[in-house]
Each structure stands twice: as structure tokens, then as C-alpha cells.
């Protein structure tokens, strides 16, 4: 009678004979949480100027069969992806992370140029909403402000070539090794701390912008 494989070979033996990785063809959407669907409508769309293209409307969550009544909304880019977000119909927005900064968690859209990244701060400021920047990230400058609902968004001009970035795309891994390495060492200072503050902060090797701070 065959024995049956241990569970660590048979997971071992499933991701050998697992599929290769399907290609991963670009970003479909990311969806937030709104506070109210007009309100978020007339920011992105009037505002924006990403049109509103689609609608999906239910009172259960096909992926979970939970009830929760909802208006899911979703607004085209140039490329054909979308930022969409869910009206629960409660008028709360999504509560920021406890142990997060608020400029962590965003998503950045890309623009022609610097023209038109110049023009966009002018048209948000306009409409009376906060504006960062321009920043100058050096491969690329953004501006940054906030939704309705809290979301943080940047608008971008990638400012270095295809070959700058895949020339940086040679050593990305290299210098993840380094944190990932130093990470390991700050641990075991953490560790091994008892409370007298020892442990420093963990910082990356190289810094990238020394103009800051």
C-alpha cells in the first residue's frame, strides 16, 4: 500500500509541478473605499477629467456571499485601467492605518509632461485642494494632494530614459539584499535590547537623497 507523501514534500513536490507565472499584463484597478459616490464623481471626473465608465451594483459580495449593499464605480485612465471605489451607503470613509504615516499608502498616476504637471497644480489649487510639489524624485517629479475619501494621489512626468531605469533595474536586487541584511542585523540589536534604547534605527546603506533632512 502506497504510504502517503509527508505535507512538507507534497508542498514541495506541488510548487515544482506548479504553472510558470502567467505574464501579468498591467495594472486592471485599485479600489478605496468612498465616502459618497457623487462626491468622489465630481472629483475625479470633473476635476480630474477621468470619465466614470462602469458600474457594478449589489446588496451581497460575490466573492465573500456577505451581505453589504454597495455601488462599485470605476474610472478609466489613458492606458484602460482604472481607479474604482465602493459607496457602502453609510457616508463613512475608509479610517487612516494607526501605524502608518499618511504618505505611505497612494497611488500615482502618470502625466505627458511638465507642462501639464505644472497645469494640473494650477487646476487643483484652483478647485481649493492642498498641493505638494513639484518634487523632483530625480528619475521622475510629482505633485501630491488628497481625494475626498483620503486617499493620497501623485501625479508623475517619469524624467529618466527606458535605459536609465533598466540600467537601475541591474542592481535593484543587490541593494534589497543590503536592507534585507541590515534588517536581519537590526533585529537582533532589537533583540537583544532590554530596554535602554541600544537599538538604533534602522537605516538603508546608501542614501539616495542626501539634499533632504
Known amino acids: 500500500m502506497t504510504q502517503p507523501l509527508a505535507p512538507a514534500l507534497a508542498a514541495t513536490n506541488a510548487r515544482l509541478t506548479a504553472p510558470a507565472p502567467a505574464p501579468?499584463?498591467?495594472?486592471?484597478?485599485y479600489a478605496y473605499r468612498?465616502?459618497?459616490a457623487e462626491e468622489t464623481r465630481h472629483f475625479y471626473e470633473d476635476i480630474l477629467g477621468l470619465p466614470l465608465y462602469h458600474i457594478i451594483q449589489s446588496d451581497h459580495v460575490p466573492s465573500t456571499g456577505e451581505y453589504c449593499p454597495y455601488t462599485h464605480f470605476f474610472f478609466r485612465l489613458s492606458d484602460g485601467s482604472y481607479i474604482a471605489f465602493f459607496d457602502l451607503g453609510d457616508d463613512q470613509a475608509a479610517l487612516p492605518s494607526p501605524n502608518t504615516p499618511g504618505w505611505v499608502n497612494h497611488i500615482a498616476f502618470s502625466v505627458g509632461d511638465l507642462v501639464d504637471l505644472a497645469n494640473m497644480k494650477t487646476?487643483?489649487?484652483?478647485?481649493?485642494?492642498?498641493v505638494i510639489g513639484i518634487t523632483d524624485h530625480h528619475v521622475?517629479?510629482?505633485i501630491y494632494f488628497f481625494d475626498p475619501n483620503g486617499v493620497r494621489l501623485e501625479l508623475t512626468v517619469q524624467l529618466a530614459s527606458a535605459q536609465d531605469m533598466a540600467k537601475d533595474s541591474t542592481h535593484a536586487r543587490a541593494r534589497l539584499n543590503e536592507w534585507t541584511a541590515r534588517k536581519n542585523e537590526w533585529r537582533a540589536e532589537r533583540a537583544a535590547d532590554t530596554g535602554v534604547g541600544t537599538a538604533t534605527k534602522l537605516t538603508p546603506l546608501h542614501n539616495d537623497r542626501p539634499e533632504i533632512g
Open 123 to 130: 487646476r487643483l489649487q484652483a478647485h481649493g485642494i492642498d
Open 34 to 36: 468612498a465616502k459618497d
Open 140 to 142: 521622475f517629479k510629482s
Open 24 to 29: 501579468v499584463l498591467g495594472l486592471h484597478h
